[in-house]
């Protein structure tokens, strides 16, 4: 197993810690190394206590590790808070121009004179400490200079600075590292960003949104790329303006997605039911976060499985999907939205908090994703409901000559008219339900349970939490990862494929009463008594799920 | 013209029928003028009025109670070359869904609304709504509703509407008029029609003695329309206020 070596920057809101997260997991992934960037941080803007773990390796990585080598104090609280997370071997920077520690291996920068002898403006503060942090882990200028030259508009100013730092150090400490290039660069995401490349890759021409941690940076990140990709991103004056929208925009025959968290998604419902009855196809991402109400808005969890799995009033069939990685939010994303529109039904992504915002340097793929090509009107007489076997009728468009498409929330007959007449009724909701052999069928050839290493012990689990089952199990033997990614429709086959000849089968989730295992039992008879579960709003960590899962496998 | 075979099942009398006749004659007549009748999309809530869109052989969006100008908004934003008219009653537009109204206006959606505004829920046989007058005894007011009636247009024109008109369920030509200045007005107009509901709610004999039309209004005046839109003694229809202003399709 390769060394796994951890940063953790530490300070209140307002002071960077964020950015300088960012600059160092660059700097690494420029050196090639596996990066992964945990981001904590509570619901207020200034103050309080945030901070960034940066955990990286030569082999892949999913999770960030609290065992830290490096600990970036830009407050005098980080320290106390994290002194308990630091290695044998560890040096801790910390702002000397603002506070003293009395440690060791304390090392204080006088960032305040840098800044000063510099000339450079107050807010290029954090470069110092990319800086000594760069002496410290064996990396030389030249290669941290090359970094800032990447990722800063202001690289010479910046440099400037890092540069002080850089020597400062030099001249009374020797390295704790010695990290040299391994490799070449790859492209550090967040499960957000990954989300939204991937649905653009789909083919995604309109995202609407409504603010609403831990989902916002979707918006964020497609907003700020409608100039390089051909679509519109649009902010509502509420999640029930969203999700209307969207089944407009759908409707008159734009790909369409929307992204909330559960509390914005519990006011969508009526509107997810609307794009399952009018069969007008929408993807919903919802990224978890503890609740019920506001709940915990800047932390994880996985609660909403059950939720997902029944939202909206009716019946109707839905795909729903969980990436657990980085890769997976790109390649799921993508996949899911080519399915609702080959299908015509709603879609959800389920991600968290933890998935969504933390970072992971990743190779993705547009070739990579699953397309499919949705049922397209080719003549005739038009009825927007037509009883086909599959139970997809052809899409048309308002605007197509000769062709009134009528769309409806009310039971309808073929051409979307209003009906009252039981055997239509009966018949309307066979068609819509004709799909989902189809849609099994079709995902049979899909990854939908994703399975790792080989063993006698089997572990079962969803969602981000298999970053850190990943982790956990690099120090145990004897265990097979089983990975489930759709839950509707649910893959029976393949999960009691998996799972119906193990002896010992241990679930791990972030939820209080094991959602994934209970809906295993729903839906194979298997029963997954031995859990995991954490519900204190973080997410697992390695070392964390190593102690736990040692005690039962 | 423009006809289903969907059989209408509004009361006899009711004012809905005023307004679906106006509309199709409207549409019937911007597709002679030129407009292709492909382009055109209806849509509508919940309630007595939404019936309409089974009503009339133009592609529609049957949508949710109060949801209509976010679905609108979601068509244009798909398809800019749309004409694209909803409908929605007085509960729906002024109660359930106020804020969708007062945001299309705000933002200068390129949508039209027309409001089938007969002060009663009537779908759900007679409770008050957002427009009916104090003391207004319905099934959920038996000893009369305690609230005050808004002025909705007054809250249209504070938001920024662009077009807002008024008009009246058994003025049918009127109605027309206005409703094709709505279709090629560019930017957010909404049309409250009085609407006479028989069955809970039976203004028509006080309309037809206090309705006027408007004439040589200064519909530039957005001071002048505050107030025209707040008599009561005689109740004026037509066209308040009209401005040219940015669409926010436009910026897509």
């Known amino acids: 197993m390769a060394l796994i070596h951890t940063i953790t920057v530490g300070g209140k809101a307002g002071q960077g810690v964020k950015t300088l997260g960012k600059v160092v997991g660059e700097l690494l992934n420029e050196l090639g190394y596996n990066v992964f960037i945990l981001d904590d941080y509570p619901s207020l803007i200034t103050g309080g206590h945030n901070f960034n773990r940066i955990s990286f390796s030569e082999e892949e990585i999913y999770c960030a590790h609290t065992e830290t080598d490096i600990l970036v104090a830009l407050d005098r609280n980080t320290v106390e808070r994290h002194k308990n997370d630091l290695k044998e071997h560890h040096f801790i920077i910390y702002d000397s121009s603002e506070f003293n520690i009395d440690e060791k291996t304390a090392i204080g920068l006088p960032s305040k004179e840098f800044i000063e002898r510099a000339n450079v403006p107050e807010k290029m503060r954090n470069s110092s400490f990319a800086g000594a942090l760069a002496y410290l882990l064996g990396i030389s200028f030249e290669f941290l200079e090359h970094t800032f030259s990447v990722i800063f508009k202001e690289k010479e100013e910046n440099i400037k600075i890092a540069k002080l730092a850089y020597n400062f150090v030099k001249e009374n400490y020797q390295p704790l590292l010695n990290i040299k290039k391994i490799g070449e660069p790859r492209k550090l995401v967040t499960g957000n960003i990954a989300i939204g490349e991937g649905l653009v890759k789909g083919g995604l021409e309109v995202y609407i949104a409504y603010p609403m941690t831990p989902s916002s940076s979707i918006l964020h990140y497609l907003a700020g790329k409608v100039k390089d990709y051909k679509l519109s991103v649009v902010q509502p004056e509420n999640e029930i303006a969203v999700i209307n929208m969207a089944v407009g925009c759908a409707y008159a025959g734009k790909k369409v997605a929307v992204g909330t968290s559960g509390g914005g998604f519990d006011l969508m419902q009526e509107g997810f039911s609307l794009a399952a009855m009018s069969e007008n ?137 209003t009906t009252e007449n039981p055997e239509i009724i009966a018949r309307m909701q066979e068609k819509r339900f004709a799909k989902l052999k189809y849609i099994e069928e079709e995902l049979e050839n899909l990854e939908t349970v994703k399975t790792y290493g080989n063993g006698e012990n089997v572990v079962v689990t969803w969602g981000s939490s298999v970053g850190a089952v990943l982790e956990a199990v690099k120090k145990l033997d004897n265990i097979k990862i089983v990975q489930i990614l759709y839950f509707s429709p649910f893959p029976k086959k393949k999960v009691v494929k998996e799972l119906s000849m193990c002896e010992n089968i241990v679930g791990v989730e972030a939820n209080f009463t094991g959602q994934l295992c209970d809906l295993i039992f729903a839906n194979t008879g298997i029963a997954v008594d031995k859990r995991i579960l954490k519900y204190d709003s973080r997410e697992f960590s390695p070392q964390y799920l190593y102690l736990k899962l040692k005690e039962v496998v | 013209m423009l006809e289903t075979y969907a059989e209408i099942t509004w009361c006899p009398g009711c004012g809905n029928f005023g307004i679906l006749n106006a509309v199709k004659r409207a549409i019937s007549e911007l597709i002679e003028e030129g407009e292709k009748k492909e382009n055109f999309v209806i849509a509508s809530g919940i309630g007595c009025h939404a019936k309409i869109v089974d009503y009339i052989d133009v592609n529609s969006f049957y949508g949710l109670h109060g949801r209509v100008p976010p679905a609108l908004t979601g068509i244009k934003l798909a398809n800019k070359n749309l004409k694209v008219i909803g409908f929605a009653g007085d509960g729906d537009a002024y109660a359930e869904g106020i804020e969708h109204l007062i945001h299309s206006a705000k933002r200068n959606t390129d949508i039209m609304m027309i409001i089938h505004n007969n002060g009663v829920f009537a779908l759900t046989t007679g409770q008050f709504t957002p427009t009916s007058p104090k003391g207004f005894k319905g099934k959920s007011t038996p000893f009369g509703n305690v609230e005050e009636p808004i002025n909705p247009l007054k809250v249209l024109l504070a938001s920024g509407a662009s077009f807002v008109a008024r008009g009246y369920a058994a003025r049918v030509e009127h109605l027309k008029k206005l409703i094709k200045a709505a279709v090629k007005h560019k930017g957010f107009a909404v049309i409250d029609v009085l609407q006479p509901c028989i069955a809970f709610n039976n203004t028509y004999q006080i309309l037809n003695q206090k309705v006027y039309e408007l004439e040589k209004f200064d519909t530039k005046n957005l001071e002048e329309a505050m107030k025209k839109v707040e008599e009561k003694e005689r109740i004026p229809i037509g066209i308040f206020y009209q401005v040219e202003r940015e669409v926010f399709e436009d910026y897509f």
Do not use: C, M
């Not at chain 1, 969980?322 to 959800?348: C, D, R, S």
């Open chain 1, 281 to 417: 196809p929408i993807v919903a991402v919802e990224s978890q976060r503890p609740g019920p109400s506001t709940g915990v808005p800047t932390y994880t969890s996985q609660s909403d499985l059950n939720y997902l799995l029944n939202a909206g009033h009716g019946e109707f069939p839905r795909i729903v999907v969980a990436p657990g990685t980085q890769e997976q939010a790109f390649y799921k994303a993508g996949e899911l939205l080519n399915l609702v529109w080959k299908y015509q039904v709603p879609g959800i992504l389920i991600s968290d908090k933890h998935l969504s915002e933390s970072w992971k340097n990743v190779s993705l793929n547009e070739t990579g994703i699953y397309k499919a090509e949705p049922k397209l009107f080719d003549g005739g007489e038009y009825k927007r409901y037509k009883f086909e076997s599959d139970g997809v009728s052809p899409l048309a468009f308002p605007g197509t000559e000769n062709v009134v498409v009528k769309s409806s929330s009310y039971e309808h007959d073929e051409y979307g008219i």
